[in-house]
């Protein structure tokens, strides 16, 4: 039987390769607020850069990929702040009469409705995606932990057996 546990430096490196390790925790408090406001802020410029190639609703899928980010990187409640804060911000800045936000146009006030359902949908979907993969990451290393400890209780019962 070999000196080192099987597996157990391949494993290692798998985890220091997965992406998701290295993700900060979630956040709380009064740093979801910030990170949303950043993220929904850096969102809408990005946002007002591309509304002169794009047409007005195709910009509102920049609002998607900053509430997806802020799920997956940030947690569900940054998630869902970014969400509530780009219904707002697409609202305002891009949804007329702009710098406003009365919506004239009834079909456009369905389209922001169904965006924010979307964002949300999106957003709790993606944060609870990071959360199972946090679960798992704990568990597996619980697991190896587990398994490198029955590994050298059986060397060390065994050793015990032939000096003894």
């Known amino acids: 039987m070999p ?7 391949s494993d290692r490196s798998i985890a220091s390769a997965d992406v998701w390790a290295r993700l900060p925790r979630p956040l709380t408090g009064a740093s979801v607020i910030a990170a949303a406001l950043t993220m929904t802020g850096a969102a809408t410029f990005l946002g007002v850069g591309l509304s002169r190639m794009l047409p007005q609703p195709s910009v509102s899928l920049v609002y998607l990929v900053a509430v997806v980010m802020a799920a997956v990187g940030l ?11 780009s219904f707002l911000a697409y609202n305002f800045f891009f949804i007329p009469p702009v710098f406003s936000f009365t919506i004239a146009d009834p079909q456009e006030f369905f389209a922001l409705l169904v965006f924010l359902g979307v964002a949300l949908l999106t957003g709790s979907l993606a944060g609870r995606m990071r959360e199972v993969a946090d679960d798992a990451r704990r568990r597996a290393t619980a697991l190896q932990s587990l398994n490198e400890f029955a590994y050298s209780a059986t060397i060390w019962v065994r050793t015990a057996r032939q000096s003894g």
């Not at 947690?75 to 804060?85: E, K, S």
Request: charged residues 10%; glycine residues 16%; aromatic residues 6%.
């Open 75 to 85: 947690g569900v409640r940054t998630g869902l702040a970014v969400a509530f804060g």
């Open 3 to 9: 000196d080192n546990p099987p597996n157990v430096a």
